[in-house]
C-alpha cells in the first residue's frame, strides 16, 4: 500500500525501473 503514496500519480507503475524509462520527469521528483 506504500506503494499508492510513492506512486500517487501512477499507481499502476510500482517499479521504479519502468517509471523512469517511462517519466524520466518524476526521476527529479525522486
Known amino acids: 500500500m506504500a ?3 510513492v506512486f ?3 499507481p ?3 517499479r521504479k ?3 523512469e524509462i ?5 526521476e ?3
Not at 517511462?22 to 518524476?26: I, Q, T, V, W
Open 3 to 5: 506503494d499508492k503514496k
Open 8 to 10: 500517487s500519480k501512477r
Open 12 to 14: 499502476a507503475i510500482t
Open 17 to 19: 525501473p519502468n517509471f
Open 22 to 26: 517511462a517519466d524520466p520527469s518524476l
Open 28 to 30: 527529479a521528483t525522486n
